[in-house]
Structures are given as C-alpha cells and as structure tokens.
C-alpha cells in the first residue's frame, strides 16, 4: 500500500487543489479539525465499491486517506484496494502528523476524545467493572473482563474493532442535526 508524507501532500495540494482527499474519522472528529481539502467519509458509514459505482472516484488518479494517526486510513485503504481501486495512498501519520508539520487546518468548535481513546476508556472501564463485580458479587463477573481482553486481543491482531465501530456510532459522534 503507498503512503505519503504530510508535507508532499501539501505540495501536492498546492500545485493542484482537486485532487480528493478523504478522512475517515468521525464527523465529529473531522469538525473539530481537519485538512481543508478533506472531505469526511466515516470508516464504516461507506463501501469503495459504493463510490466506485456512484463515480465519486477519479478514475485511476491517486486517492489520499486520512484520519487522526493513519490506522483507520490503512483499514479503509484496504478496503479499496480489495475494491479493485489501487490509488489509495495513506497520509501517514494523519492528522495528528498534519497538524504537528504546521500545515494549515480547518478547525471548528467541536472539542471531541478520539475515537482510539473512546476504546480505550470503554474497554478499561469494562475490564474493571468485570473484576470489580467478580471480587464483590460472583466469581461469574470475571467473565466479562476475559471477554473484553479477548476482544483486545482479536482487534490488535486483527485489526478489526467491534467496539470502536459501534462506539463511532454513538450520537455524541455523529454531528449535530439542525
């Protein structure tokens, strides 16, 4: 899978600002900052072969993919090269690697804990309460901690998260409906 640097897509923004950019975080996290040019397609709320057969694709130009650290930018490149489309190119690094190079960024109002950090809270809180209830209440609870472990365990080798999809759609991460 390519990748490219923060910095040469900037470049390359610069010399042609059509080229298609697409974010994959939530439409939260995308509000609260992102690259000018990105246009936000939440992982999980689209298919490649949708906009492949909508034509929203350039053709055989190149694709950019981001999100906050590029883990979720090389899922959804996956998903396009499996797609048949072979010009997606992760930012690597993403946004977060964007915003330390100083490059400029759309930012709103929205203050928002990334979606990795959602996970983290919910399966620590989870485990805890697990062993917390199988101590105090019946040994049974206990069960609960293993089954998030074990989630933890299929998600890094995986690399699929069940609870990061769901949590991506819960309402506090989906934009505010006027």
Request: with cysteine; glycine share 12%; aromatic share 8%.
């Amino acid at each position: 899978m390519s990748a490219i640097s923060p910095t040469n897509l900037k470049s390359l923004l610069d010399e042609d600002s059509s080229l298609v950019v697409i974010d994959v975080r939530t439409p939260l996290e995308f509000d609260e900052v992102h690259v000018p040019q990105a246009r936000n397609l939440p992982l999980g709320g689209f298919t490649p072969k949708q906009l492949i057969d909508k034509g929203e694709l350039p053709g055989t130009e190149p694709i950019y993919i981001l999100c906050q650290s590029g883990a979720r930018a090389q899922k959804a490149a996956d998903q396009f090269a499996a797609a048949g489309y072979e010009n997606a190119i992760v930012v690597s690094g993403g946004t977060q690697a964007w915003v330390a190079a100083n490059l400029p960024v759309t930012r709103g109002e929205s203050k928002v804990i990334s979606l990795e950090r959602q996970v983290c809270i919910a399966a620590g809180s989870l485990v805890l309460t697990g062993v917390l209830l199988g101590w105090f209440v019946h040994r049974g609870f206990f069960g609960l901690s293993a089954f998030v472990g074990t989630g933890l365990i299929f998600a890094g080798i995986s690399g699929w998260c069940g609870m990061g999809l769901l949590i991506a759609k819960a309402p506090w991460n989906q934009r505010a409906r006027s």
